[in-house]
């Protein structure tokens, strides 16, 4: 009888393992059915800032809800490095070529989605305005959803459509999209008024990574060193000319030549290196003004400098700005797209001028001659900063995708 309770028992404990097991598969059958599909396509995961951030949003979104690929159309960039191991990653070409856009518009955009997107997804998303965003309008399937990422101010018809093959096929294919998102209230309102746009469309910051840019920020600095005895200017971003920093070359020399001691660090690599030196040259700043190149951790640099400063002729959400206010350095711009959001209509939290050289002198001599300013504005900064934490945006954008 003892052998037969035993026996009966453990065939109890067998079936009891069985069910429980059965059940957690069960549910994660349900959870995998649940998941979302995702595929975010980018030209490039360069070292632009809309990359840096596509990078840091998926990084950091729930995987539990989302199955997440991002593509690229030419592999090579180098944010590709931090997208975390199990973010599915694809390239169609191997490296970026000249004229790509051009020769894209030689195929219609059904034909480019059936050549670079294989595979069904839930929702595919163009994060860049441009070739992707014509690419992803070719979609016919009518069980996946489009999303379109718009990152920079859309001033005329002839800009919005460059990538495609007339404003009229660019106004029909941002139109085959489900949700519009833009990087700032500014982008959003040019980018309705050139447009007659008809889908739904909303704004969505930048995600940063917080924590990350707090811890990065500490290490030590190898290749320049700070002058203690004035202040030094930073600013980040490709060096191509619509980042304007020969305005901040010649900003720089004008300061000096008034008495106003300062030092400028520019971090980046582009096209415009070699111009950008013989400014330098020009106005015999070579000792006072460095081009440092690209580094993977600007923010060392950042939280070192007493100044940030962006003299763009355009931007979308400045991606260099908002990691300026995390790590609490007073910011001086000129005013593009989303700056008055970011700082206040009444330079709230960094002073925003005329998007031109003198208002840019002004402003910049003003925050280093004016007593306490720097102080003050240090202050406000990491208070705003907190507004553009990892967790906010990454969480807006996800009920965003769950919402569509």
């Known amino acids: 009888m003892l052998a037969i309770k035993l026996f009966n028992s453990k065939i109890e404990m067998i079936a009891l393992a069985f069910v429980y ?8 059958i349900k959870l995998m059915y649940k998941m979302k599909k995702i595929l975010f396509l980018i030209p490039t995961l360069g070292q632009g800032g809309a990359e840096k951030v596509l990078v840091n949003l998926v990084n950091n979104m729930d995987r539990s809800k989302f199955d997440i690929t991002v593509q690229v159309l030419f592999k090579g960039g180098v944010n590709e490095q931090f997208l975390k191991s199990d973010i599915k990653f694809k390239y169609y070409y191997k490296k970026q070529f000249r004229g790509n856009s051009k ?10 989605y059936k050549k670079f997107i294989k595979e069904k997804y839930d929702i595919i998303i163009s994060y860049l ?3 992707t965003a014509r690419i992803v309008s070719g979609c016919t399937n009518l069980n996946t959803k489009l999303v379109s990422w718009i990152h920079v101010e859309q001033h005329t018809k002839a800009q919005l459509s460059s990538s495609f093959r007339s404003f009229s096929e660019a106004e029909k294919c941002y139109n085959k999209y489900d949700m519009t998102v833009c990087v700032s209230e500014y982008v959003k309102r ?6 007659n746009f008809k889908k739904p469309i909303q704004v969505l910051y930048n995600t940063n990574e917080t924590n990350q840019i707090l811890e990065k920020s500490n290490e030590k600095i190898d290749d320049y060193v700070f002058d203690k005895s004035c202040k030094t200017i ?9 980042k304007g920093f020969d305005r901040l070359i010649r900003v ?8 106003i001691d300062n030092k400028v660090i520019i971090l980046g690599r582009g096209s415009e290196k070699d111009n950008l030196l013989n400014f330098i040259n020009e106005y015999g700043v070579n000792k006072s003004c460095k081009l440092l190149g690209y580094n993977t951790n600007p923010y060392k640099y950042i939280k070192k400098s007493d100044i940030f400063v962006c003299t763009s002729f355009a931007e979308g959400f400045s991606t260099a700005a908002t990691e300026a206010l995390i790590l609490g350095t007073p910011v001086v711009t000129v005013e593009v797209s989303g700056m008055k959001e970011m700082l206040g209509e009444n330079n709230e939290y960094g002073i925003v001028t005329e998007n031109d050289e003198d208002a840019l002198y002004e402003g910049i001599r003003k925050m280093l001659t004016t007593p306490n300013l720097l102080e003050a504005y240090a202050a406000k900064a990491k208070e705003r900063g907190k507004a553009f934490s990892t967790e906010k945006t990454v969480k807006a954008v996800e009920e965003m995708l769950l919402s569509i």
């Open 129 to 131: 305005e441009g070739p």
């Open 190 to 195: 040019d980018f309705s008024d050139i447009l």
């Open 252 to 259: 720089h020399k004008r300061l000096l030549d008034n008495s």
């Open 21 to 28: 097991f059965t059940y957690k598969i069960l549910i994660e």
């Open 103 to 112: 020769y894209l518009c030689l195929f219609s955009p059904e034909r480019l």
């Open 234 to 242: 930073v600013a980040v971003g490709t060096l191509k000319k619509s």
